[in-house]
């Protein structure tokens, strides 16, 4: 049978009207509404006092068994020397070296002072020697006109 906009599941809309004022006439209806109210706060405001309840003693108890499961690792810094110690270390190696360098670049210095002032002695000389020379000759008249 198909369905139309008159009947649902088989029955027109009469029918189902009948059905329920039939039902309803079974029914007394709530006579005090504000105690059904009260009655059914009362009944849910029970009830969550008694989950709540169990919670708690639900929590108690797993903090009461809880152990920890997880450690932290060990520590790796536990058997080195401080770090502060280590830098230390480190900068004085760093100026000995640096100390070591300064005086073998001191001592070039100097010896390279020497050297060049042994050089340029000995240019003087020469150059002192060359002008005699040209002296001695321009006295004698050697190098005559030019």
């Not at 709540?52 to 920890?68: D, H, R």
């Amino acid at each position: 049978m198909q369905a139309t906009s008159s009947s649902v599941f088989g029955r027109t809309r009469n029918e189902m009207r009948a059905r329920i004022k039939n039902t309803l006439q079974d029914y007394p209806g709530i006579a005090d509404h504000e105690s059904l109210m009260r009655q059914k706060a009362k009944a849910g405001a029970d009830k969550l006092r008694v989950t709540e309840t169990e919670y708690w003693a639900n929590l108690k108890k797993m903090k009461e068994q809880a152990s920890a499961k997880w450690k932290f690792p060990e520590d790796s810094y536990k058997d080195r020397r401080p770090v502060r110690d280590e830098i230390m270390e480190k900068a004085d190696k760093a100026n000995k070296v640096m100390s070591e360098t300064a005086s073998s670049y001191k001592a070039w210095v100097s010896d390279m002072g020497k050297k060049t002032r042994g050089s340029t002695r000995c240019k003087c000389e020469r150059k002192a020697a060359a002008t005699q020379d040209f002296c001695r000759q321009e006295a004698r008249g050697g190098l005559g006109a030019l």
